[in-house]
């Protein structure tokens, strides 16, 4: 019993060791065969600065891969590797700024990236070992060596080769991103020297999130996974709240101006009742303000909050929109005490077709922002097609009736709906002027 007892503990000593021994390994998913590698030695974890080791690996078929600290682009430090066209690889020290490609930090406290042995690209696979004596401070933010949830960005973007020294080259929007922590007690290593020498031998694929202990991660969203003994990666706090933010921002607002605005709209010719169509368009317009409260977090969170095209003109549409109802009710008044469409009457029809087209134009924009990927795209466009078809077929079948069922005890402009079609004899009465 002593010896399995004793066996056990001389494994559990092992394991220990060899968790702070080695360099833990992240491999984001929805990337192929990008991974990274960590490694902080005992001496700068101990005095709280110095070099940290850290490995971007990625098959060629990349244009650019990119790391950054943080746990969003701006004030993040972020270092970006391509291709230089001879084989070897360009390493540039970036700042992130916002939701916008990050420029070359030139500053004083710029990342002095140094590439090591073992970097360049080889059988298709670009590898960079990279050592960084100043990174755990920089403009506009700090890194503490010994954090057990240190915050982490990475992104990608895939293509032909960059091929180019330049560190201020410019680079395209990536195809996706990912956030993740790092407990970095369980990256350090003994030697102040390069420790990836001997993981380049393993396949870029090998693997996926875990440190050499086991335990995984692997970008994966699971809220319960926790960096710490066993593990030392994690999602990035918030990931899944904010991702599920967008997901509801999105179909709350197709679902308010694709479906529920037109449908609201051919309930005047299909039961002829202001009140549903009122009572319809109003549940629509709330869901909007809901819809539009969401998506306001979520530009906030990821710095897209009026800098782009989507946003801009979403609150556009939204804003304007609030003079709907007004010209709603003016409407409906005009029309009882003059049984005829009034220039308020097509305003209040008009405003709301322009402003719904542009809404959905918007929409269209807002997956593009977001990296939606096609199926996304696809759904979107069919609910909108197919929602405005059946708009535009009740709309005509509804001037076709008014057109058939016109008669002479009818006034000619009151055709447009069962509701609002009185005889000549019900015209409010109008005293004449006397003489």
Same mark, same amino acid.
């Given at each position: 019993m002593r010896t399995i007892r004793g066996s056990l503990l001389a494994s559990g000593l092992i394991a220990s060791n060899v968790v702070h021994a080695t360099t833990p390994k992240y491999c984001p998913t929805g990337a192929d065969n990008v991974c990274f590698r960590f490694g902080i030695p005992q001496s700068s974890a +101990?005095?709280?600065?110095?070099?940290? #080791? @850290?490995?971007?690996r990625a098959p060629s078929t990349y244009s650019w891969v990119a790391l950054g600290t943080g746990d969003q682009m701006k004030g993040a430090n972020i270092f970006v590797m391509y291709q230089d066209g001879s084989g070897n690889l360009t390493l540039?020290?970036? =700042?992130? &700024?916002?939701?916008?490609?990050?420029?070359?930090?030139?500053? /004083? /406290?710029a990342a002095k990236l140094g590439l090591l042995a073992g970097s360049g690209v080889v059988n298709g696979v670009m590898t960079a070992n990279v050592v960084c004596p100043n990174c755990e401070s920089w403009n506009g933010g700090s890194l503490s060596l010994t954090d057990t949830a240190s915050k982490w960005i990475t992104a990608w973007k895939s293509g032909?080769?960059?091929? &180019? &020294?330049?560190?201020?080259? /410019?680079? /395209?929007?990536?195809? +996706?991103? +990912?956030? @993740?922590?790092?407990?970095l007690t369980q990256a350090t290593v003994s030697s102040d020297s390069n420790p990836f020498l001997e993981a380049d031998t393993e396949d870029p694929g090998s693997g996926s999130g875990g440190g050499s202990s086991g335990g995984g991660g692997g970008g994966s969203d699971d809220p319960g996974i926790v960096a710490g003994p066993?593990? !030392?990666?994690? !999602?990035?706090?918030?990931?899944?709240r904010r991702n599920a933010a967008l997901v509801a921002h999105s179909v709350i607002m197709t679902a308010t101006f694709a479906a529920l605005y037109p449908l609201g709209a051919m309930l005047m010719p299909l039961t002829g009742s202001w009140i549903a169509h009122a009572i319809w368009q109003t549940v629509a317009f709330v869901m909007m303000w809901v819809g539009f409260g969401i998506g306001m977090r979520v530009a906030q969170d990821r710095n897209m909050l009026f800098n782009n095209t989507h946003t801009k003109l979403g609150t556009a549409v939204v804003f304007l929109l609030l003079i709907q109802p007004v010209l709603g009710v003016m409407h409906h008044k005009y029309f009882l005490? #003059?049984?005829?469409?009034? =220039?308020?009457s097509y305003a209040h029809i008009w405003w709301g077709r322009v402003l719904l087209t542009t809404a959905i134009v918007n929409g269209g924009l807002g997956l593009k922002l977001s990296n939606a990927n096609n199926s996304a795209v696809v759904a979107y466009s069919i609910i909108a097609a197919v929602c405005f078809g059946i708009y535009a077929i009740v709309k005509s079948w509804a001037v076709v009736r008014r057109g058939r069922q016109q008669g002479p005890h009818f006034r000619k402009s009151d055709n447009f709906t069962h509701q609002q079609r009185y005889p000549v004899g019900r015209q409010p009465y109008r005293p004449r002027n006397r003489v």
């Amino acid at each position: 019993m002593r010896t399995i007892r004793g066996s056990l503990l001389a494994s559990g000593l092992i394991a220990s060791n060899v968790v702070h021994a080695t360099t833990p390994k992240y491999c984001p998913t929805g990337a192929d065969n990008v991974c990274f590698r960590f490694g902080i030695p005992q001496s700068s974890a +101990d005095s709280g600065s110095g070099n940290i #080791y @850290f490995q971007i690996r990625a098959p060629s078929t990349y244009s650019w891969v990119a790391l950054g600290t943080g746990d969003q682009m701006k004030g993040a430090n972020i270092f970006v590797m391509y291709q230089d066209g001879s084989g070897n690889l360009t390493l540039s020290p970036r =700042l992130g &700024t916002g939701h916008s490609e990050p420029k070359e930090d030139t500053s /004083s /406290s710029a990342a002095k990236l140094g590439l090591l042995a073992g970097s360049g690209v080889v059988n298709g696979v670009m590898t960079a070992n990279v050592v960084c004596p100043n990174c755990e401070s920089w403009n506009g933010g700090s890194l503490s060596l010994t954090d057990t949830a240190s915050k982490w960005i990475t992104a990608w973007k895939s293509g032909s080769s960059l091929a &180019t &020294t330049s560190k201020s080259a /410019s680079i /395209s929007q990536h195809d +996706d991103h +990912d956030q @993740f922590q790092l407990d970095l007690t369980q990256a350090t290593v003994s030697s102040d020297s390069n420790p990836f020498l001997e993981a380049d031998t393993e396949d870029p694929g090998s693997g996926s999130g875990g440190g050499s202990s086991g335990g995984g991660g692997g970008g994966s969203d699971d809220p319960g996974i926790v960096a710490g003994p066993g593990n !030392p990666f994690a !999602p990035g706090v918030g990931r899944t709240r904010r991702n599920a933010a967008l997901v509801a921002h999105s179909v709350i607002m197709t679902a308010t101006f694709a479906a529920l605005y037109p449908l609201g709209a051919m309930l005047m010719p299909l039961t002829g009742s202001w009140i549903a169509h009122a009572i319809w368009q109003t549940v629509a317009f709330v869901m909007m303000w809901v819809g539009f409260g969401i998506g306001m977090r979520v530009a906030q969170d990821r710095n897209m909050l009026f800098n782009n095209t989507h946003t801009k003109l979403g609150t556009a549409v939204v804003f304007l929109l609030l003079i709907q109802p007004v010209l709603g009710v003016m409407h409906h008044k005009y029309f009882l005490k #003059y049984r005829e469409r009034g =220039l308020v009457s097509y305003a209040h029809i008009w405003w709301g077709r322009v402003l719904l087209t542009t809404a959905i134009v918007n929409g269209g924009l807002g997956l593009k922002l977001s990296n939606a990927n096609n199926s996304a795209v696809v759904a979107y466009s069919i609910i909108a097609a197919v929602c405005f078809g059946i708009y535009a077929i009740v709309k005509s079948w509804a001037v076709v009736r008014r057109g058939r069922q016109q008669g002479p005890h009818f006034r000619k402009s009151d055709n447009f709906t069962h509701q609002q079609r009185y005889p000549v004899g019900r015209q409010p009465y109008r005293p004449r002027n006397r003489v």
